[in-house]
């Protein structure tokens, strides 16, 4: 089993910045992807970025140059960095690892309002 824990969600200006961060914990070894994913209201869950255990990425059209995803075995956290945030960035973040079997785990979300 994998634990995830965000944290780093909160009301923020259209152009500011934010970063999320995902603790996990448990059978971490286990883990071969993690991703952050989106869900806005009225909307099905989408990817926003994705990092393997060897570093590559991968990123939504819609943030690729506004947004970094990086991750610290050392501290089994993986971080997305957001900058040029928009309104249409507002929506609970959550964060998914993908187990080498094809498992994922969900965290339990975190909300990000982009609002003046």
């Known amino acids: 089993q994998v634990q995830l824990v965000e944290s780093g969600g909160g009301l923020v200006q259209p152009g500011g910045s934010l970063r999320l961060s995902c603790a996990a914990s448990?059978?971490?070894?286990?883990?071969?992807?993690m991703g952050w994913y989106r869900q806005a209201p009225g909307k099905q869950r989408e990817l926003v970025a994705a990092?393997?255990?060897?570093?590559?990425?991968n990123y939504a059209d819609s943030v690729k140059g506004r947004c970094t995803i990086s991750r610290d075995n050392a501290k089994n956290t993986v971080y997305l960095q957001m900058n040029s945030l928009k309104p249409e960035d507002t929506a609970v973040y959550y964060c998914?690892?993908?187990?080498?079997?094809?498992?994922?785990?969900w965290g339990q979300g975190t909300q990000v309002t982009v609002s003046s």
């Open positions: 998914q690892a993908r187990s080498f079997w094809l498992l994922d785990y």
């Open positions: 448990g059978t971490i070894q286990s883990i071969n992807v």
């Open positions: 990092i393997t255990r060897g570093n590559s990425t």
